[in-house]
């Protein structure tokens, strides 16, 4: 039973650890761990995919067949974006 504990406790927090392989000596790695502002803005990148997607929903064809065929609509969506990134349905 211990073992089964500690197996299934690595497995839900694994020990990760940043790695950085480099191939030729004298090369240089500059790393920021929050000491400086990032290059990279992802609040940016957050808020383009947001709009992104707000747009495709707003964007969907919608059929006029009242109320009752919200769901099946909804689940065709859904099935459409997955099967676009590969997840299948």
Do not use: C
């Not at 020990?15 to 090369?27: D, K």
């Not at 000491?35 to 990148?45: A, N, R």
């Amino acid at each position: 039973m211990m073992k089964r504990n500690s197996i299934k406790n690595s497995l839900s927090q694994p020990n990760l650890f940043p790695t950085v392989g480099l191939q030729t000596p004298g090369e240089v790695v500059d790393a920021n761990f929050g000491q400086l502002p990032f290059v990279f803005d992802i609040g940016d990148m957050i808020n383009e995919l947001r709009v992104r997607t707000r747009l495709q929903i707003i964007n969907y064809p919608m059929p006029d067949h009242g109320q009752g065929q919200w769901q099946t609509t909804l689940h065709r969506y859904i099935y459409d974006q997955k099967t676009r990134r590969g997840q299948g349905a």
